[in-house]
DNA sequence: GACATGACGATTT
DNA sequence: GAAATCGCCATGT
């Protein structure tokens, strides 16, 4: 059982809980924030364990399409696009962020980094 | 320790 | 514009 690695997942975890209602990210925009903006990966399989904190919003994190690639992996695959609705974003074919550009939210720049 | 996989991203063909 | 390719680093086998 880690521990060291698990500092990684808690400053996703802490990003995401940041995200403000009615606006997403993405996994990229996370990764660069804690400095890895390659590793957008280690983002999504943080997501993966989110599964253990369950007050992080990860149906607000999406890819850099603005695509809810992860929506499988709730509790229904209908989940995330019905949560995200009901915040106030529009889901287009139920895989698709609408006005993304608008709804985006950066954290190092909405956290004034 | 090596190999394969993954809720991604950017670039190239 | 879509498909293929490489990079990225941690996890599981």
Avoid at 95 to 112: A, Q, R, Y
């Amino acid at each position: 059982m880690k521990k060291d690695h698990d500092l990684f997942f808690s400053s996703v975890y802490q990003v995401v809980e940041l995200i403000p209602r009615g606006r997403v990210t993405s996994y990229g925009a996370i990764g660069k924030y804690l400095g890895m903006k390659s590793s957008a990966r280690m983002v999504g399989w943080a997501m993966h364990a989110a599964h253990a904190h369950p007050h992080v919003p990860a149906h607000r994190v999406v890819n850099s399409q603005g695509l809810l690639t992860g929506k499988h992996h709730f509790s229904s695959p209908t989940e995330m696009e019905e949560r995200l609705n009901t915040e106030g974003v529009q889901i287009k074919d139920g895989i698709k962020i609408v006005d993304f550009n608008t709804v985006f939210w950066e954290p190092s720049v909405e956290l004034s980094l």
